[in-house]
Protein backbone atom coordinates (compact mmCIF):
# COMPACT_ATOMS: atom_id res chain seq x y z
CA UNK A 1 0.00 0.00 0.00
CA UNK A 2 2.60 2.16 0.84
CA UNK A 3 6.09 3.40 -0.86
CA UNK A 4 8.77 0.81 -0.66
CA UNK A 5 11.39 3.77 -1.76
CA UNK A 6 13.05 4.42 1.67
CA UNK A 7 13.26 0.85 2.85
CA UNK A 8 15.51 0.17 -0.07
CA UNK A 9 17.59 3.31 0.67
CA UNK A 10 17.97 2.05 4.11
CA UNK A 11 19.16 -1.17 2.76
CA UNK A 12 21.65 0.65 0.25
CA UNK A 13 22.97 3.11 2.59
CA UNK A 14 24.00 0.70 5.17
CA UNK A 15 25.93 -1.72 2.58
CA UNK A 16 27.92 0.88 0.87
CA UNK A 17 30.05 1.02 3.69
CA UNK A 18 30.47 -2.79 4.01
CA UNK A 19 32.96 -3.27 1.26
CA UNK A 20 37.07 -3.32 1.44
CA UNK A 21 38.34 -0.24 2.44
CA UNK A 22 39.53 1.49 -1.06
CA UNK A 23 42.17 4.17 -1.80
CA UNK A 24 39.40 7.00 -1.68
CA UNK A 25 38.76 5.80 2.21
CA UNK A 26 42.36 5.68 2.92
CA UNK A 27 42.26 9.56 1.47
CA UNK A 28 39.75 10.26 3.48
CA UNK A 29 40.86 8.88 6.75
CA UNK A 30 43.62 11.27 5.86
CA UNK A 31 40.91 14.06 5.69
CA UNK A 32 39.81 13.10 8.52
CA UNK A 33 42.83 13.76 10.70
CA UNK A 34 43.09 17.24 9.42
CA UNK A 35 40.16 17.24 12.18
CA UNK A 36 42.40 15.91 14.56
CA UNK A 37 45.28 19.04 14.21
CA UNK A 38 44.06 21.29 16.62
CA UNK A 39 44.07 18.72 19.33
CA UNK A 40 48.07 17.81 17.86
CA UNK A 41 49.39 18.29 22.22
CA UNK A 42 46.65 15.83 23.45
CA UNK A 43 47.45 13.51 20.96
CA UNK A 44 50.74 13.78 21.77
CA UNK A 45 50.45 12.92 25.35
CA UNK A 46 47.80 10.40 24.69
CA UNK A 47 50.64 8.83 22.90
CA UNK A 48 53.59 8.88 24.90
CA UNK A 49 50.57 7.50 27.52
CA UNK A 50 50.21 4.55 25.04
CA UNK A 51 53.50 3.55 24.55
CA UNK A 52 54.58 3.55 27.88
CA UNK A 53 51.46 1.47 29.18
CA UNK A 54 51.62 -1.01 26.71
CA UNK A 55 55.71 -1.13 27.19
CA UNK A 56 54.67 -1.52 31.40
CA UNK A 57 52.20 -4.40 29.99
CA UNK A 58 54.98 -6.65 28.68
CA UNK A 59 57.66 -5.70 31.83
CA UNK A 60 54.87 -7.68 33.46
CA UNK A 61 55.02 -11.42 32.26
CA UNK A 62 58.87 -11.05 33.17
CA UNK A 63 58.72 -9.92 36.51
CA UNK A 64 56.14 -12.72 37.11
CA UNK A 65 58.95 -15.16 35.77
CA UNK A 66 61.51 -13.61 38.06
CA UNK A 67 59.24 -14.55 40.94
CA UNK A 68 58.52 -17.61 39.96
CA UNK A 69 62.01 -18.53 39.67
CA UNK A 70 62.61 -16.76 42.86
CA UNK A 71 60.31 -18.75 44.41
CA UNK A 72 61.02 -21.99 43.42
CA UNK A 73 65.07 -21.58 44.26
CA UNK A 74 64.44 -20.32 47.50
CA UNK A 75 67.28 -22.32 48.56
CA UNK A 76 69.65 -19.89 47.09
CA UNK A 77 67.83 -16.53 47.04
CA UNK A 78 66.98 -14.51 50.54
CA UNK A 79 63.51 -13.76 51.12
CA UNK A 80 64.39 -9.61 50.65
CA UNK A 81 64.45 -10.73 46.66
CA UNK A 82 60.74 -11.74 47.16
CA UNK A 83 60.02 -8.57 48.86
CA UNK A 84 61.75 -6.36 46.49
CA UNK A 85 60.06 -7.98 43.47
CA UNK A 86 56.52 -7.67 44.72
CA UNK A 87 56.85 -4.08 45.27
CA UNK A 88 58.18 -3.62 42.25
CA UNK A 89 55.36 -5.75 40.33
CA UNK A 90 53.14 -3.47 42.06
CA UNK A 91 54.80 -0.11 41.48
CA UNK A 92 54.69 -1.24 37.54
CA UNK A 93 50.64 -1.61 38.09
CA UNK A 94 50.43 1.26 39.21
CA UNK A 95 52.63 2.82 36.85
CA UNK A 96 50.48 1.28 34.00
CA UNK A 97 47.48 3.17 35.69
CA UNK A 98 48.79 6.30 35.47
CA UNK A 99 49.78 5.86 32.36
CA UNK A 100 46.41 4.33 31.13
CA UNK A 101 45.07 7.29 32.67
CA UNK A 102 46.66 10.00 30.54
CA UNK A 103 45.98 8.14 27.58
CA UNK A 104 41.79 7.40 28.12
CA UNK A 105 41.37 10.75 29.24
CA UNK A 106 43.51 12.93 26.67
CA UNK A 107 42.54 10.77 24.08
CA UNK A 108 38.53 11.13 24.97
CA UNK A 109 39.01 14.94 25.19
CA UNK A 110 40.72 14.96 21.83
CA UNK A 111 37.43 12.96 20.35
CA UNK A 112 34.51 15.00 21.69
CA UNK A 113 36.77 18.09 20.80
CA UNK A 114 37.19 16.09 17.10
CA UNK A 115 33.69 15.50 17.46
CA UNK A 116 32.11 18.72 18.15
CA UNK A 117 34.28 20.47 15.41
CA UNK A 118 32.83 17.81 12.71
CA UNK A 119 29.61 18.54 14.17
CA UNK A 120 29.45 21.98 14.21
CA UNK A 121 31.31 22.40 10.69
CA UNK A 122 29.10 20.15 8.58
CA UNK A 123 25.65 21.61 10.25
CA UNK A 124 27.20 25.01 9.14
CA UNK A 125 28.59 23.30 5.67
CA UNK A 126 25.09 22.49 5.41
CA UNK A 127 23.22 25.86 6.03
CA UNK A 128 25.17 27.12 3.04
CA UNK A 129 23.75 24.04 0.71
CA UNK A 130 20.59 25.34 -1.86
CA UNK A 131 17.03 24.45 -1.01
CA UNK A 132 17.51 21.94 -3.86
CA UNK A 133 19.68 20.04 -1.92
CA UNK A 134 17.10 19.22 1.03
CA UNK A 135 14.39 18.51 -1.11
CA UNK A 136 16.05 15.78 -2.87
CA UNK A 137 16.52 14.19 0.60
CA UNK A 138 14.43 13.25 3.98
CA UNK A 139 15.96 15.35 6.72
CA UNK A 140 16.19 11.88 8.98
CA UNK A 141 18.83 10.92 6.25
CA UNK A 142 20.67 14.31 7.23
CA UNK A 143 20.45 14.50 10.41
CA UNK A 144 21.87 10.60 11.22
CA UNK A 145 25.17 12.20 9.45
CA UNK A 146 25.31 14.97 11.82
CA UNK A 147 24.39 12.08 15.12
CA UNK A 148 25.33 8.66 14.68
CA UNK A 149 27.66 8.77 11.63
CA UNK A 150 29.77 11.65 13.52
CA UNK A 151 29.73 9.31 16.70
CA UNK A 152 30.76 6.36 14.74
CA UNK A 153 34.08 8.72 13.90
CA UNK A 154 33.96 9.62 17.44
CA UNK A 155 34.66 6.01 18.78
CA UNK A 156 37.58 5.12 16.17
CA UNK A 157 39.28 8.09 17.10
CA UNK A 158 39.34 8.00 20.78
CA UNK A 159 39.27 4.64 21.38
CA UNK A 160 39.42 2.37 18.28
CA UNK A 161 42.81 4.35 16.93
CA UNK A 162 44.40 4.29 20.41
CA UNK A 163 43.80 0.63 21.05
CA UNK A 164 45.23 -0.40 17.62
CA UNK A 165 48.30 1.07 18.41
CA UNK A 166 48.69 -0.24 21.56
CA UNK A 167 47.56 -3.36 20.12
CA UNK A 168 50.56 -3.39 17.20
CA UNK A 169 52.89 -2.35 20.32
CA UNK A 170 52.02 -4.97 22.53
CA UNK A 171 51.86 -7.46 19.37
CA UNK A 172 55.60 -6.48 18.41
CA UNK A 173 57.11 -6.53 21.70
CA UNK A 174 55.56 -9.94 22.67
CA UNK A 175 56.80 -11.62 19.88
CA UNK A 176 60.29 -10.95 20.31
CA UNK A 177 60.07 -11.34 23.82
CA UNK A 178 58.66 -15.22 23.31
CA UNK A 179 61.95 -14.90 20.71
CA UNK A 180 64.07 -13.85 23.44
CA UNK A 181 62.95 -16.50 26.05
CA UNK A 182 62.67 -19.84 23.83
CA UNK A 183 63.68 -19.76 19.80
CA UNK A 184 62.33 -23.22 19.78
CA UNK A 185 58.77 -22.71 21.61
CA UNK A 186 58.17 -19.14 20.14
CA UNK A 187 58.72 -21.02 16.48
CA UNK A 188 56.09 -23.53 17.68
CA UNK A 189 53.44 -20.70 18.57
CA UNK A 190 53.58 -18.66 15.76
CA UNK A 191 53.27 -21.61 13.34
CA UNK A 192 49.85 -22.09 15.44
CA UNK A 193 48.62 -18.17 15.42
CA UNK A 194 48.46 -17.54 11.44
CA UNK A 195 46.09 -20.26 11.54
CA UNK A 196 43.91 -18.69 14.45
CA UNK A 197 44.23 -15.73 12.62
CA UNK A 198 43.18 -16.95 9.18
CA UNK A 199 40.09 -18.06 11.08
CA UNK A 200 39.04 -15.35 13.26
CA UNK A 201 39.40 -13.07 10.22
CA UNK A 202 37.08 -15.93 7.70
CA UNK A 203 34.40 -15.59 10.80
CA UNK A 204 34.72 -11.89 11.54
CA UNK A 205 33.85 -11.33 7.73
CA UNK A 206 31.28 -13.64 7.45
CA UNK A 207 29.69 -12.44 11.01
CA UNK A 208 29.47 -8.82 9.84
CA UNK A 209 28.08 -9.25 6.55
CA UNK A 210 25.41 -11.40 8.50
CA UNK A 211 24.75 -8.64 10.80
CA UNK A 212 24.41 -6.00 8.32
CA UNK A 213 22.25 -8.12 6.75
CA UNK A 214 20.48 -8.05 9.86
CA UNK A 215 20.32 -4.70 10.43
CA UNK A 216 18.90 -4.07 6.97
CA UNK A 217 16.15 -6.57 6.95
CA UNK A 218 15.09 -4.85 11.31
CA UNK A 219 15.35 -1.56 8.99
CA UNK A 220 12.72 -2.86 6.51
CA UNK A 221 10.64 -4.18 9.07
CA UNK A 222 10.54 -0.66 10.93
CA UNK A 223 9.79 1.37 7.43
CA UNK A 224 7.22 -0.83 6.98
CA UNK A 225 5.52 -0.39 10.76
CA UNK A 226 6.34 3.49 10.22
CA UNK A 227 4.75 3.84 7.45
CA UNK A 228 1.29 1.85 8.18
CA UNK A 229 1.54 3.36 12.05
CA UNK A 230 1.96 6.74 10.71
CA UNK A 231 -1.06 6.01 8.00
CA UNK A 232 -3.22 4.25 10.09
CA UNK A 233 -6.45 5.98 9.09
CA UNK A 234 -5.90 4.74 5.77
CA UNK A 235 -5.42 1.14 7.29
CA UNK A 236 -8.89 1.73 9.14
CA UNK A 237 -10.55 2.87 6.10
CA UNK A 238 -9.64 0.26 4.02
CA UNK A 239 -9.68 -2.73 6.56
CA UNK A 240 -6.26 -3.29 5.63
CA UNK A 241 -5.06 -4.57 9.55
CA UNK A 242 -4.84 -8.14 9.03
CA UNK A 243 -2.85 -7.33 5.30
CA UNK A 244 -0.60 -4.80 7.29
CA UNK A 245 0.01 -7.58 9.83
CA UNK A 246 1.34 -9.87 7.41
CA UNK A 247 3.50 -7.75 6.01
CA UNK A 248 5.04 -7.01 8.88
CA UNK A 249 5.21 -10.88 10.23
CA UNK A 250 6.47 -11.87 7.12
CA UNK A 251 9.24 -8.90 7.59
CA UNK A 252 10.30 -9.95 10.87
CA UNK A 253 10.58 -13.56 9.75
CA UNK A 254 12.49 -12.41 7.43
CA UNK A 255 14.84 -10.52 10.23
CA UNK A 256 14.69 -13.68 12.41
CA UNK A 257 16.31 -16.50 9.98
CA UNK A 258 19.10 -13.83 9.16
CA UNK A 259 19.50 -13.63 13.67
CA UNK A 260 19.81 -17.27 13.50
CA UNK A 261 21.97 -17.44 10.96
CA UNK A 262 24.01 -14.57 13.14
CA UNK A 263 23.90 -16.85 16.10
CA UNK A 264 24.61 -20.04 14.78
CA UNK A 265 28.24 -17.54 13.43
CA UNK A 266 28.64 -16.11 17.00
CA UNK A 267 27.74 -19.47 18.84
CA UNK A 268 30.61 -21.24 16.65
CA UNK A 269 33.19 -18.24 16.32
CA UNK A 270 33.29 -17.59 20.37
CA UNK A 271 34.22 -21.33 21.68
CA UNK A 272 36.42 -21.58 18.27
CA UNK A 273 38.56 -18.43 19.40
CA UNK A 274 39.02 -19.93 23.33
CA UNK A 275 39.80 -23.26 21.62
CA UNK A 276 42.21 -22.12 19.78
CA UNK A 277 43.70 -20.02 22.39
CA UNK A 278 43.48 -22.45 25.07
CA UNK A 279 44.96 -25.26 22.60
CA UNK A 280 48.26 -22.98 22.28
CA UNK A 281 48.29 -22.85 26.02
CA UNK A 282 48.03 -26.76 26.12
CA UNK A 283 51.10 -26.82 24.19
CA UNK A 284 53.39 -24.88 24.96
CA UNK A 285 52.62 -26.35 28.59
CA UNK A 286 53.36 -29.58 27.16
CA UNK A 287 56.62 -28.43 25.04
CA UNK A 288 57.92 -26.60 27.53
CA UNK A 289 57.58 -29.02 30.35
CA UNK A 290 59.80 -30.69 28.63
CA UNK A 291 62.40 -28.52 28.04
CA UNK A 292 61.87 -27.22 31.75
CA UNK A 293 61.95 -30.92 32.89
CA UNK A 294 65.54 -30.85 30.73
CA UNK A 295 67.02 -28.60 32.15
CA UNK A 296 66.86 -26.31 28.88
CA UNK A 297 64.61 -23.57 30.50
CA UNK A 298 63.66 -22.25 33.95
CA UNK A 299 60.12 -22.46 35.60
CA UNK A 300 60.22 -18.87 35.32
CA UNK A 301 60.90 -17.93 31.61
CA UNK A 302 57.81 -21.36 31.05
CA UNK A 303 55.36 -18.59 33.00
CA UNK A 304 56.65 -15.21 31.28
CA UNK A 305 56.68 -16.82 28.00
CA UNK A 306 52.66 -18.46 28.55
CA UNK A 307 51.91 -14.86 29.83
CA UNK A 308 53.29 -13.47 26.73
CA UNK A 309 51.65 -16.01 24.73
CA UNK A 310 48.19 -14.77 25.98
CA UNK A 311 49.00 -11.30 25.57
CA UNK A 312 50.21 -12.08 21.94
CA UNK A 313 46.91 -14.08 21.32
CA UNK A 314 44.97 -11.36 22.99
CA UNK A 315 46.29 -8.54 21.10
CA UNK A 316 45.77 -10.77 17.49
CA UNK A 317 41.76 -11.26 18.93
CA UNK A 318 41.70 -7.62 19.42
CA UNK A 319 42.72 -6.31 15.48
CA UNK A 320 40.21 -8.34 13.99
CA UNK A 321 37.42 -6.59 15.62
CA UNK A 322 39.30 -3.19 14.98
CA UNK A 323 39.46 -3.64 11.69
CA UNK A 324 35.83 -3.99 11.54
CA UNK A 325 35.51 -0.86 13.19
CA UNK A 326 37.84 1.03 11.44
CA UNK A 327 35.76 -0.44 8.06
CA UNK A 328 32.53 1.07 9.59
CA UNK A 329 34.48 4.43 10.47
CA UNK A 330 35.51 4.80 7.40
CA UNK A 331 31.87 3.94 5.57
CA UNK A 332 30.95 7.08 8.07
CA UNK A 333 33.25 9.15 7.53
CA UNK A 334 32.83 8.53 3.96
CA UNK A 335 28.85 9.89 4.03
CA UNK A 336 30.47 12.58 6.05
CA UNK A 337 32.81 13.94 3.46
CA UNK A 338 30.43 13.32 1.02
CA UNK A 339 28.14 15.95 2.67
CA UNK A 340 30.70 18.26 3.03
CA UNK A 341 31.69 17.77 -0.76
CA UNK A 342 28.03 19.17 -1.32
CA UNK A 343 28.29 22.69 -3.31
CA UNK A 344 25.97 25.27 -3.60
CA UNK A 345 25.85 25.61 -7.31
CA UNK A 346 24.49 28.60 -6.85
CA UNK A 347 27.32 30.80 -7.21
CA UNK A 348 28.21 34.14 -5.61
CA UNK A 349 28.62 37.07 -8.31
CA UNK A 350 32.51 37.56 -8.74
CA UNK A 351 32.00 41.15 -9.29
CA UNK A 352 28.95 41.79 -7.05
CA UNK A 353 26.57 44.89 -7.20
CA UNK A 354 24.42 46.30 -4.76
CA UNK A 355 20.87 46.95 -4.96
CA UNK A 356 20.10 50.34 -4.66
CA UNK A 357 16.27 50.87 -6.28
CA UNK A 358 13.08 50.34 -4.28
CA UNK A 359 12.28 46.50 -5.16
CA UNK A 360 11.13 46.30 -8.93
CA UNK A 361 11.15 43.09 -10.16
CA UNK A 362 11.45 41.47 -13.59
CA UNK A 363 11.10 38.33 -15.16
CA UNK A 364 12.39 38.49 -18.97
CA UNK A 365 11.98 35.36 -20.67
CA UNK A 366 12.06 33.36 -17.65
CA UNK A 367 12.17 29.27 -18.06
CA UNK A 368 12.82 27.12 -15.90
CA UNK A 369 13.06 23.26 -14.90
CA UNK A 370 14.16 21.29 -12.09
CA UNK A 371 17.46 19.65 -12.20
CA UNK A 372 15.56 15.74 -12.23
CA UNK A 373 12.30 16.53 -14.46
CA UNK A 374 12.17 16.12 -17.79
CA UNK A 375 9.64 18.89 -18.62
CA UNK A 376 9.83 22.62 -18.13
CA UNK A 377 7.77 23.94 -14.84
CA UNK A 378 7.92 27.35 -16.25
CA UNK A 379 8.36 28.71 -20.13
CA UNK A 380 8.86 32.40 -21.28
CA UNK A 381 7.42 33.99 -18.41
CA UNK A 382 7.91 37.81 -18.54
CA UNK A 383 6.69 40.36 -16.14
CA UNK A 384 7.42 43.17 -14.59
CA UNK A 385 6.21 44.55 -10.99
CA UNK A 386 6.66 48.11 -9.52
CA UNK A 387 6.97 49.08 -5.35
CA UNK A 388 3.29 49.65 -4.47
CA UNK A 389 1.71 47.21 -6.57
CA UNK A 390 0.20 44.17 -5.69
CA UNK A 391 0.49 41.29 -8.21
CA UNK A 392 -1.69 37.90 -7.96
CA UNK A 393 -0.35 34.84 -9.44
CA UNK A 394 -3.42 32.23 -9.85
CA UNK A 395 -3.58 28.86 -11.77
CA UNK A 396 -4.45 25.18 -11.32
CA UNK A 397 -2.06 23.27 -8.94
CA UNK A 398 1.14 22.79 -10.11
CA UNK A 399 0.83 25.62 -12.75
CA UNK A 400 4.21 26.66 -11.23
CA UNK A 401 3.35 29.79 -9.12
CA UNK A 402 5.04 28.49 -6.17
CA UNK A 403 8.38 27.85 -8.30
CA UNK A 404 7.82 31.31 -9.99
CA UNK A 405 8.48 33.44 -6.52
CA UNK A 406 10.92 31.01 -5.49
CA UNK A 407 13.01 32.41 -8.09
CA UNK A 408 13.01 35.81 -6.90
CA UNK A 409 15.11 35.33 -3.72
CA UNK A 410 17.42 32.96 -6.01
CA UNK A 411 16.49 29.61 -4.41
CA UNK A 412 16.74 27.97 -7.92
CA UNK A 413 18.35 29.62 -10.76
CA UNK A 414 16.45 30.22 -13.82
CA UNK A 415 17.05 27.89 -16.56
CA UNK A 416 16.83 30.51 -19.15
CA UNK A 417 15.99 34.38 -19.26
CA UNK A 418 16.88 36.55 -16.46
CA UNK A 419 15.23 37.17 -13.25
CA UNK A 420 15.88 41.46 -11.99
CA UNK A 421 15.50 43.16 -9.21
CA UNK A 422 15.79 46.36 -9.89
CA UNK A 423 17.06 46.02 -13.32
CA UNK A 424 19.87 43.96 -11.62
CA UNK A 425 20.04 40.49 -12.62
CA UNK A 426 19.69 38.45 -9.65
CA UNK A 427 22.97 36.05 -10.39
CA UNK A 428 25.12 39.40 -9.85
CA UNK A 429 23.93 40.25 -6.24
CA UNK A 430 24.99 38.42 -3.27
CA UNK A 431 22.76 36.10 -1.95
CA UNK A 432 22.58 37.90 1.04
CA UNK A 433 21.81 41.10 0.00
CA UNK A 434 19.46 39.78 -2.39
CA UNK A 435 17.03 38.02 0.21
CA UNK A 436 17.83 41.24 2.51
CA UNK A 437 15.56 42.96 0.63
CA UNK A 438 12.53 40.08 0.45
CA UNK A 439 10.21 38.94 3.14
CA UNK A 440 7.69 36.35 3.04
CA UNK A 441 4.70 35.12 4.86
CA UNK A 442 3.85 31.16 3.80
CA UNK A 443 1.28 29.01 4.04
CA UNK A 444 2.09 27.65 6.74
CA UNK A 445 4.13 29.80 9.04
CA UNK A 446 6.86 27.43 10.95
CA UNK A 447 8.03 28.73 14.24
CA UNK A 448 11.09 27.92 16.23
CA UNK A 449 11.15 26.65 19.12
CA UNK A 450 12.09 29.60 21.07
CA UNK A 451 10.35 33.03 22.77
CA UNK A 452 8.08 34.51 20.43
CA UNK A 453 10.66 37.71 20.51
CA UNK A 454 12.89 35.53 19.44
CA UNK A 455 10.61 34.46 16.51
CA UNK A 456 9.98 37.73 15.46
CA UNK A 457 13.56 38.92 15.51
CA UNK A 458 14.42 36.04 13.25
CA UNK A 459 15.01 38.90 9.98
CA UNK A 460 16.71 41.53 12.39
CA UNK A 461 18.53 40.31 15.46
CA UNK A 462 19.08 43.42 16.77
CA UNK A 463 15.98 44.98 16.49
CA UNK A 464 15.13 47.07 19.30
CA UNK A 465 12.17 46.11 22.40
CA UNK A 466 10.11 49.51 20.98
CA UNK A 467 10.38 48.26 17.48
CA UNK A 468 9.46 44.81 17.84
CA UNK A 469 5.83 46.29 19.59
CA UNK A 470 5.57 48.38 16.66
CA UNK A 471 5.79 45.78 14.10
CA UNK A 472 3.55 43.22 16.28
CA UNK A 473 1.01 46.02 16.86
CA UNK A 474 0.86 47.02 13.18
CA UNK A 475 0.54 43.07 12.34
CA UNK A 476 -2.51 43.01 14.57
CA UNK A 477 -0.46 40.48 17.27
CA UNK A 478 0.41 42.40 19.92
CA UNK A 479 -3.10 42.24 21.94
CA UNK A 480 -2.73 38.66 21.72
CA UNK A 481 0.97 38.33 23.02
CA UNK A 482 0.40 40.47 25.79
CA UNK A 483 -2.76 38.51 26.95
CA UNK A 484 -0.05 34.92 27.36
CA UNK A 485 1.08 35.78 30.75
CA UNK A 486 5.01 35.61 29.96
CA UNK A 487 4.16 38.28 26.89
CA UNK A 488 6.90 38.52 24.04
CA UNK A 489 8.77 35.59 26.06
CA UNK A 490 6.09 33.62 25.98
CA UNK A 491 7.80 29.91 24.64
CA UNK A 492 6.08 28.84 21.57
CA UNK A 493 6.98 26.21 18.69
CA UNK A 494 7.50 22.34 19.37
CA UNK A 495 7.73 22.60 22.95
CA UNK A 496 6.24 25.89 24.03
CA UNK A 497 2.41 26.83 23.61
CA UNK A 498 0.52 25.86 20.47
CA UNK A 499 -0.58 29.19 18.35
CA UNK A 500 -3.41 28.90 16.25
CA UNK A 501 -3.13 28.94 12.36
CA UNK A 502 -4.35 33.16 12.73
CA UNK A 503 -1.91 33.99 15.59
CA UNK A 504 1.36 32.39 13.63
CA UNK A 505 0.32 34.20 10.30
CA UNK A 506 -0.05 37.17 12.30
CA UNK A 507 3.62 36.83 13.89
CA UNK A 508 4.93 35.83 10.32
CA UNK A 509 3.47 39.16 9.48
CA UNK A 510 5.00 41.00 12.24
CA UNK A 511 8.10 39.64 11.27
CA UNK A 512 8.06 40.37 8.07
CA UNK A 513 7.12 43.61 8.64
CA UNK A 514 10.32 44.21 11.45
CA UNK A 515 12.62 43.27 8.25
CA UNK A 516 11.09 46.04 6.23
CA UNK A 517 11.23 44.69 2.89
CA UNK A 518 11.10 45.97 -0.65
CA UNK A 519 9.72 42.78 -1.85
CA UNK A 520 6.78 40.37 -0.40
CA UNK A 521 6.03 37.23 -1.31
CA UNK A 522 2.76 35.92 0.15
CA UNK A 523 1.66 32.38 -0.13
CA UNK A 524 -2.00 32.54 0.83
CA UNK A 525 -3.03 29.86 3.72
CA UNK A 526 -5.68 27.43 1.97
CA UNK A 527 -7.70 26.65 4.46
CA UNK A 528 -9.96 29.56 5.40
CA UNK A 529 -9.50 31.08 8.90
CA UNK A 530 -12.48 31.70 10.78
CA UNK A 531 -13.74 35.20 9.61
CA UNK A 532 -12.82 37.39 12.84
CA UNK A 533 -9.21 35.68 12.39
CA UNK A 534 -9.25 36.27 8.84
CA UNK A 535 -10.04 40.02 9.35
CA UNK A 536 -7.52 40.74 11.72
CA UNK A 537 -4.80 38.86 8.89
CA UNK A 538 -6.14 40.72 6.37
CA UNK A 539 -5.92 44.18 7.59
CA UNK A 540 -2.52 43.26 8.68
CA UNK A 541 -1.44 42.24 5.30
CA UNK A 542 -2.71 45.81 4.07
CA UNK A 543 -0.24 47.28 6.32
CA UNK A 544 2.61 45.49 5.13
CA UNK A 545 1.84 45.52 1.80
CA UNK A 546 1.98 48.89 1.54
CA UNK A 547 4.61 50.60 -0.37
CA UNK A 548 6.11 47.23 -1.62
CA UNK A 549 6.35 45.28 -4.87
CA UNK A 550 4.26 42.17 -3.65
CA UNK A 551 3.67 38.52 -5.18
CA UNK A 552 0.80 36.72 -3.58
CA UNK A 553 -0.09 33.09 -4.17
CA UNK A 554 -3.97 33.85 -4.21
CA UNK A 555 -6.76 31.36 -3.30
CA UNK A 556 -9.48 34.23 -2.11
CA UNK A 557 -11.54 35.84 -3.96
CA UNK A 558 -10.83 39.18 -1.67
CA UNK A 559 -7.00 38.84 -2.73
CA UNK A 560 -8.02 38.84 -6.28
CA UNK A 561 -9.98 41.62 -6.78
CA UNK A 562 -7.83 44.02 -4.49
CA UNK A 563 -4.40 42.93 -6.41
CA UNK A 564 -3.45 45.58 -9.10
CA UNK A 565 -2.48 43.00 -11.64
CA UNK A 566 -3.58 39.12 -12.00
CA UNK A 567 -1.68 36.53 -13.79
CA UNK A 568 -3.05 33.42 -14.59
CA UNK A 569 -0.70 30.60 -15.03
CA UNK A 570 -1.04 27.63 -16.14
CA UNK A 571 1.40 24.79 -17.35
CA UNK A 572 4.58 27.36 -16.83
CA UNK A 573 3.15 29.82 -18.97
CA UNK A 574 1.15 33.21 -18.37
CA UNK A 575 -1.61 32.93 -20.20
CA UNK A 576 -3.84 35.53 -19.36
CA UNK A 577 -3.12 38.36 -16.94
CA UNK A 578 -4.96 41.63 -16.17
CA UNK A 579 -7.52 43.08 -13.53
CA UNK A 580 -10.45 40.57 -11.94
CA UNK A 581 -13.32 42.27 -14.17
CA UNK A 582 -11.57 42.63 -17.35
CA UNK A 583 -10.41 38.79 -17.15
CA UNK A 584 -13.59 37.59 -15.93
CA UNK A 585 -15.33 39.26 -18.97
CA UNK A 586 -12.96 37.65 -21.38
CA UNK A 587 -14.46 34.39 -20.07
CA UNK A 588 -10.68 32.86 -20.28
CA UNK A 589 -8.84 30.57 -18.25
CA UNK A 590 -9.35 32.93 -14.80
CA UNK A 591 -13.28 33.16 -15.55
CA UNK A 592 -13.15 29.45 -15.45
CA UNK A 593 -11.15 28.99 -12.69
CA UNK A 594 -13.17 31.73 -10.82
CA UNK A 595 -16.64 30.03 -11.13
CA UNK A 596 -14.96 26.81 -9.60
CA UNK A 597 -12.39 28.07 -6.90
CA UNK A 598 -14.66 30.75 -5.78
CA UNK A 599 -18.16 29.96 -6.28
CA UNK A 600 -18.34 28.78 -2.22
CA UNK A 601 -17.27 32.66 -1.21
CA UNK A 602 -19.54 34.12 -3.70
CA UNK A 603 -22.06 32.11 -2.02
CA UNK A 604 -21.56 33.68 1.02
CA UNK A 605 -20.87 36.69 0.25
CA UNK A 606 -24.17 36.68 -1.16
CA UNK A 607 -25.98 34.61 1.20
CA UNK A 608 -24.15 37.31 4.13
CA UNK A 609 -25.62 40.31 1.97
P1 LIG B 1 1.92 25.51 -7.96
O1 LIG B 1 2.55 26.36 -6.90
O2 LIG B 1 1.31 26.30 -9.05
O3 LIG B 1 0.97 24.50 -7.42
P2 LIG B 1 4.56 24.42 -8.21
O4 LIG B 1 5.44 25.54 -8.62
O5 LIG B 1 4.58 23.99 -6.81
O6 LIG B 1 3.08 24.69 -8.69
O7 LIG B 1 4.92 23.14 -9.09
C1 LIG B 1 5.07 23.19 -10.48
C2 LIG B 1 5.59 21.84 -10.96
O8 LIG B 1 6.92 21.65 -10.52
C3 LIG B 1 4.79 20.66 -10.47
O9 LIG B 1 4.69 19.75 -11.53
C4 LIG B 1 5.63 20.09 -9.37
O10 LIG B 1 5.46 18.71 -9.31
C5 LIG B 1 7.02 20.45 -9.78
N1 LIG B 1 7.89 20.69 -8.62
C6 LIG B 1 7.65 21.55 -7.60
N2 LIG B 1 8.67 21.57 -6.73
C7 LIG B 1 9.60 20.69 -7.19
C8 LIG B 1 10.89 20.26 -6.75
N3 LIG B 1 11.45 20.75 -5.63
N4 LIG B 1 11.55 19.35 -7.49
C9 LIG B 1 11.00 18.86 -8.62
N5 LIG B 1 9.81 19.22 -9.09
C10 LIG B 1 9.10 20.13 -8.41
Given at each position: MFSHARRRAAAVSRTESDGAPTRRDLWQLRRLLQ?????KWNLAVAMVGVLVASALGLVFPRIMGGLVDTIVNRAEVDPAALDRMALILVG???????FNFVRVYFLSAMGEGIVADLRTRTYEHLMTLPVKFFDGRKTGEI??????????IQSTVSSSLAAALAQAITLIGGVILLFVISVTLAVTVLTFLPVAIVAAA???RRLRKVSTEFQDKVAEANAGAEESIAAVRVVKWFSAEAVETDRYRSAVRGSYRVALRRARLRALFGPMVTFVAFGTLAFVLWRGGRLVLAGQMTTGDLVSFLLYTLIVAGAIGTFTGLYGELQEALGASRRIFELLDERNDLAEPELPVQLTGDGRVAFEDVGFRYADRAVDVLAGVNLAACPGEVVALVGPSGAGKSTLVQLIPRFFDVSSGRVLVDGIDVREVPRRELRGRMAAVPQETQLFSGTIAENLRVGKPDATDTELRHAAKAANA?????EFPDGYATIVGERGIKLSGGQRQR???ARALLKDPSILILDEATSSLDSEAESLVQEALEILMH????????????TVRRADRILVLDRGRIVEEGAHDD????????ADLHARQFRDEIGEVVHGA
Open positions: FVRPYVFLAQAATSRLTSDVAVFFGHDFIMVAIGRTTFVIAHRLALLAAGGLY
